[in-house]
Nanobody
């Protein structure tokens, strides 16, 4: 069992930066992956970034590549999403997720946080 809690969202202006945190509790496995997804108003939830617990391998959606960085602190069971050069298109509820051998699809993730709102004004 894994519980995930996101934090760090807020209202910012285009070009600003924001860092999201995802605190995980309960049982986690070295073969689990952690990811960030987001859902904009009226849109479907989309993949943002992924990182593996054991190796720290990362993968990013093309829309955020070069601007966002996913990282982790295994000792703290925490995953971060550093968001730079934010755009209005980044406005969404951001969700943290965990899954066994998960990659980029929503169905591969078994545990989800409640989300944190990020709003970027133009």
């Amino acid at each position: 069992q894994v519980q995930l809690v996101e934090s760090g969202g807020g209202l910012v202006q285009a070009g600003d930066s924001l860092r999201l945190s995802c605190a995980a509790s309960g049982r986690t496995f070295s073969s689990y992956a952690m990811a960030w997804f987001r859902q904009a108003p009226g849109a479907e939830r989309e993949f943002v970034a992924r990182i593996t617990w054991s190796g720290g391998w990362t993968y990013y959606a093309d829309s955020v590549k070069g601007r966002f960085t996913i990282s982790k602190d295994n000792a703290k069971n925490t995953v971060y999403l550093q968001m730079n050069s934010l755009k209005p298109e980044d406005t969404a509820v951001y969700y943290c997720a965990a899954g066994y051998l998960a990659e980029r699809r929503q169905r591969e993730y078994d545990y989800w946080g409640q989300g944190t709102q990020v709003t970027v004004s133009s």
